[in-house]
T-cell receptor, first 116, second 110 residues
């Protein structure tokens, strides 16, 4: 099973360029998340989605946009990349928990982005 | 949003038991507590989840006191391969935004 797949895995951008990271999951999960992780730091939530057609802001949403046009895909866009957005980006998904609120997150392998 | 506090780092030796405590004073009534492990250059992976009292699986135990304002992950007889960052996670009251804390870096030496 593929689980959560992120593309691309590596990308180098110049300041001001735009790009889109794609996250695809084949587990029919409702919830999807984008996190960023800077060197030696924990994960910070950028945006998340609770279902197809919905998105919401996390801790650090500025400079990013997202879309969830299809249930299995969650796209993260950088309209005008900045060096401060150099990071490793992780996508995660989880199903709607049964009877409880917090459930297990399934993570992708990460996308390493460098902005020069 | 529920926030968690963990020690930044811990050191241990092979074969010892390691206990990592997480504080989550504003945990919501229906929130579960979940622990993740992350190796360098990989995404976090699920270790264990619990609601109250004690939960045990093949790799760890999770102890949660009655007030649920903290939790302790217990790793029995650690090995070098347990060197990783460990995160404690609780859901927010809406149950959708999952915020990670800074994690605890565990270093296991021989």
């Amino acid at each position: 099973n593929a689980g959560v797949t992120q593309t691309p895995k590596f990308r180098v951008l110049k300041t001001g360029q735009s790009m889109t990271l794609l996250c695809a999951q084949d587990m029919n999960h409702e919830y999807m998340y984008w996190y960023r992780q800077d060197p030696g730091m924990g994960l910070r939530l950028i945006h998340y989605s609770v279902g197809e057609g919905t998105t919401a802001k996390g801790e650090v949403p500025d400079g990013y946009n997202v879309s969830r046009l299809k249930k299995q895909n969650f796209l993260l866009g950088l309209e005008s990349a900045a060096p401060s957005q150099t990071s490793v980006y992780f996508c995660a998904s989880r199903p709607i928990p049964s009877g409880r609120i917090t459930g297990e997150l399934f993570f992708g392998e990460g996308s390493r982005l460098t902005v020069l | 949003l529920a926030k968690t506090t963990q020690p930044i780092s811990m050191d241990s030796y092979e074969g010892q038991e390691v206990n990592i405590t997480c504080s989550h004073n504003n945990i919501a009534t229906n929130d579960y507590i979940t622990w993740y492990q992350q190796f360098p250059s990989q995404g976090p992976r699920f270790i264990i989840q619990g609601y109250k009292t004690k939960v045990t699986n093949e790799v760890a135990s999770l102890f949660i006191p009655a007030d649920r304002k903290s939790s302790t992950l217990s790793l029995p007889r650690v090995s070098l391969s347990d060197t990783a960052v460990y995160y404690c996670l609780v859901g927010d009251q809406a149950g959708t935004a999952l915020i990670f804390g800074k994690g605890t870096t565990l270093s296991v030496s021989s």
